[in-house]
């Protein structure tokens, strides 16, 4: 892999989920790993304790000092286009004509040398990429991992494979953000959905699908398509597909699903083997889907049906994706990155459907005031399936305010029971006070910073 040719690897925004899997992929290699971020989270705390430095602030002064102990050649700068172009220590590379490649090219690149498994979609890429991954290891597939979540089961975001193998596969959520998936070729690639977003970037639905289909079209010849019912009939795709679904009679899908001690259990119909009684350890509706798509890519690699529900029987799930953080009699709370609508409505529902008698809170953190302009509509209309609705202010992530784009403009087109706009102090207190039987957060900003706290909350207080 030349990408493995340099010395220095210094990440600009390594405490992301994907860029912080790079770091640590360079680190196992050796190189020396560096990186900035805005600011200290559990995730660089972790890298710092594997002996990847990070620092917080803007320094140039620093970063000149560490570069002075290699040459140009020896250095690469790996980057998120989530960095602002104004960053002092990016405007320096770059105007001293360093290599600067974004997370994705670095990505494709390492991905040139295995069989390529490539997962993309709105919504559910993680988690099935996270499944996938947990099937070949089941199977005793040598593969690499790159997820854009925390595997329960491993407990990081990277697994590390054999290299030198030439049966290796290279699992990799496929990210649309930015088109950034247009670099990877793969052998096998996934679709799980496509609907409108990132519209900062792509500027409308048509394009968002655009961009889909281009991926699409970045299959190697003979590769294996494998894309949800709906995605396939908003496409236009023109590669041999295998078509899977929830419950419709595609090639693939699940039949006879009923809950079982709050667990999904079905059928799999499929046209190389139909499995029976399939027990899924990660609850939702929305990810018996998303493991009927894993399924699918497993048959394709010759794995049996007894593996296959063995390994789906001890999936564990991803960090903040459906995860239960208290389960109680009197009380539960489940943590989720759902940050869309269509997002909020499988999770939401997913709830609704196991906890059919119980009044469900749900505290939601908007992310980026792009996206809640965007798809104001649609995010009321999915909170208003909560019987209970809590927002926190927007998290900007990279953008600046957009006039009159807020928590309350959204807060006033919901139509729950009894809804209310806090800070998160108050949410604890709220928490305390008034207690919940099934308990929410949602969002892809920094609401993780709550789970403590209320974890603590309810542990406390709800005896």
């Not at 295995?114 to 988690?127: E, P, S």
């Not at 996270?130 to 089941?138: D, F, I, R």
């Not at 706009?421 to 308990?439: A, C, F, G, H, M």
């Amino acid at each position: 892999m030349n990408i493995l040719n340099y010395k220095l690897y210094y990440f600009l925004g390594i405490g992301g989920i994907g860029m912080s899997a790079l770091a640590r992929f360079f680190k196992h290699y050796n190189k020396q790993v560096q990186g900035y971020d805005k600011t200290s989270t559990a995730l660089t705390q972790q890298l710092q304790n594997e002996g990847i430095e990070c620092n917080y602030t803007e320094d140039v002064d620093a970063l000149k000092d560490l570069l002075s102990n290699f040459s140009k050649e020896e250095v690469v700068i790996v980057y998120t286009p989530a960095v602002p172009v104004t960053h002092a220590e990016y405007i320096y590379l770059l105007q001293n004509n360093y290599t600067i490649l974004k997370r994705s090219v670095v990505l494709g690149k390492i991905s040139e040398s295995f069989r390529t498994i490539a997962v993309a979609g709105t919504h559910g890429k993680t988690t099935t990429t996270t499944m996938v991954t947990h099937l070949l290891k089941s199977a005793g597939i040598n593969c690499f991992s790159f997820m854009g979540g925390i595997s329960k089961n491993y407990n990081t975001n990277l697994i590390l494979g054999d290299a030198s193998s030439s049966e290796t596969y290279f699992v990799v959520e496929a990210d649309e953000y930015d088109r950034s998936f247009l670099t990877l070729n793969p052998d096998i690639a996934i679709i799980t959905s496509v609907d409108a977003d990132h519209l900062d970037i792509y500027g409308d639905e048509n394009h968002v699908k655009e961009g889909y289909t281009l991926f699409s079209k970045k299959l190697k010849e003979n590769g294996i398509l494998i894309v949800k019912k709906n995605v396939d009939n908003d496409l236009e795709l023109t590669a041999k597909r295998n078509i899977y679904s929830l419950n419709l009679d595609t090639e693939y899908c699940a039949h006879s699903i009923k809950i079982e001690n709050a667990q999904f259990v079905y059928d799999v119909k499929s046209p190389i083997e139909n499995i029976p009684s399939v027990t899924l350890g990660q609850p939702g509706l929305h990810n018996v889907e998303n493991s009927i798509a894993a399924i699918a890519v497993a048959q394709q690699l010759g794995i049996k049906g007894s593996v296959i529900k063995d390994a789906l029987r001890s999936f564990s799930g991803v960090k903040r994706r459906f995860d239960y953080r208290v389960k109680q009699d009197n009380v539960v709370y489940i943590d989720d990155y759902a940050h869309h609508p269509e997002e909020l409505k499988a999770t939401i529902n997913s709830v609704k459907k196991l906890y059919p008698t119980k009044k469900i809170t749900g505290i939601f953190q908007p992310h980026l005031f792009s996206r809640t302009r965007d798809f104001i509509d649609g995010f009321a209309e999915s909170l208003s399936l909560l019987d209970e609705c809590i927002l926190l202010e927007i998290y900007p992530a990279r953008e600046q305010p957009i006039e009159g784009v807020n928590s309350s403009w959204l807060l006033s087109k919901v139509t729950s029971n009894k809804k209310m706009l806090l800070t998160k102090q108050q949410v604890v207190v709220e928490v305390t006070e008034n207690k919940k039987e099934i308990l929410l957060t949602m969002g892809a900003g920094d609401i993780d910073g709550l789970i403590a706290p209320l974890e603590e909350a309810i542990n406390k207080n709800y005896k």
